[in-house]
């Protein structure tokens, strides 16, 4: 598995090239399109998700519309149902599906408009596999990632192909044992190391020139602006900058375990509550309010630029190919490439959070472009800003 962390400055100054060569971080605010007469604006984002679905801009609206509402009723149902009473909720075409291990859990999800699904692992059986899945995690370096798969009711770990040392053979064969699902993965799990979130800022680690990826910016309790990110960019890094100047003051830093990280802004850098969507337009930022499984979610980086996907999975833990293992991240199916650390992830208007990797194929490309599945990951925003005291930027 790949850190979708660095690439070298090389890459970076072709970006450069390509239009980033002035030291603020104010972008163009995202602009609502409609046609003459038309009922409601749509946004970027909605005129991003309709290009990536093959759907009119209308429908992609339709689509973030209702992903929100079923997000919104399985936060809802979270809160009221106890983690002996459920196991996790996703989004299955049009219905949200709430999985519950009793028929009065399985009455209040239809009383919220949701379907019960009937399963026999509830969220505390879950989270007790994965901790011993964990623990033979230690002496199983095929291991890639592992975590919650609520549609199956089970904790899914991915091997990666033909790992035959003796560590991992019996750790498979344990984990099957105690009813987890193993599958095989050819992808290398890697950490991919403006201001609107996706774009380009650069460091020197042990002397030598990367680039990584800006993801929401933020305000301080003082009301100072601030910037987060991952984590993999930032710790035993230095000369942290952004469009030619200095980038900020590192507030923290965290990796491995988890992967975020958190600047003060220098007065230089402007920012901006939005995304860029890499073609001249950026989508706004409004707010945090987690998306479930199965929404519709996009990534801008300074790679890949603007890509979207859905949310495959949450809780998943990571093993990357540094042999770093990182906690509590979502899996999703956009492409991310190296670079792209540390980027921006929307569910419409809604961040969800900043990259920290992908699995990668030939020449560091993500699965899609090589006829593979394409599986990356991202940290979730709202622990990060709770961290260090902080509020997202939004408008």
């Avoid at 991240?329 to 569910?347: I, P, T």
């Avoid at 990797?357 to 006829?371: D, E, L, M, P, R």
Wanted: hydrophobic residues 35%; contains cysteine; glycine residues 12%.
């Amino acid at each position: 598995m790949t850190l979708r962390k660095k690439s070298t400055l090389a890459a970076g100054i072709m970006a450069c090239a390509l239009g980033f060569g002035i030291p603020q971080l104010a972008a163009a605010p995202s602009q609502a399109v409609s046609s003459p007469g038309a009922g409601p604006a749509y946004s970027q984002a909605d005129e991003a998700l309709g290009r990536h679905l093959g759907v009119s801009t209308a429908r992609a609206h339709q689509i973030f519309d209702h992903e929100r509402s079923l997000s919104a009723t399985a936060r809802e149902l979270q809160k009221s149902l106890s983690p002996a009473q459920t196991a996790g909720a996703w989004i299955d075409g049009d219905a949200l599906v709430v999985g519950v291990t009793s028929d009065a859990a399985a009455q209040r999800v239809r009383d919220a408009g949701a379907q019960p699904r009937k399963v026999s692992r509830s969220q505390a059986a879950l989270d007790s596999l994965k901790t011993k899945i964990t623990g033979l995690s230690r002496t199983a370096p095929g291991f890639v990632s592992w975590g919650d798969d609520v549609k199956n009711n089970t904790v899914r770990v991915s091997v990666a192909a033909g790992s035959s040392d003796p560590g991992t053979r019996a750790a498979v064969a344990q984990a099957r044992k105690l009813g987890a699902a193993v599958s095989e993965t050819g992808g290398v799990p890697k950490a991919t190391a403006s201001m609107a979130g996706g774009e380009e800022y650069s460091f020197l680690e042990n002397g030598e020139a990367y680039v990584c990826s800006v993801g929401f910016t933020a305000r301080d309790g003082s009301g100072r602006n601030a910037m987060v990110s991952a984590g993999h960019c930032v710790v035993n890094n230095s000369d942290f900058t952004f469009k030619g100047s200095a980038l900020g003051t590192v507030i923290g830093a965290t990796f491995p375990g988890n992967d975020y990280s958190a600047f003060r802004l220098d007065s230089s850098v402007t920012p901006s509550a939005s995304v860029s969507t890499w073609n001249g337009s950026t989508v706004a930022v409004s707010g945090s309010q987690e998306s479930a499984v199965g929404a519709q979610v996009c990534k801008s980086g300074r790679t890949t630029g603007w890509t979207c996907g859905s949310i495959s999975a949450k809780n998943q833990t990571v093993r990357y190919d540094d042999g770093s293992v990182i906690n509590g991240l979502v899996q999703h199916s956009a492409c991310v490439e190296g670079g792209d650390s540390g980027g921006s992830n929307v569910s419409g208007s809604q961040a969800q959070g900043v990259t920290s990797g992908a699995s990668t194929y030939s020449n560091g490309s993500c699965g899609s472009k090589v006829g593979q599945p394409t599986v990356s990951w991202y940290q979730p925003v709202n622990p990060i800003l709770s961290a260090y005291g902080l509020s997202l930027l939004t408008r």
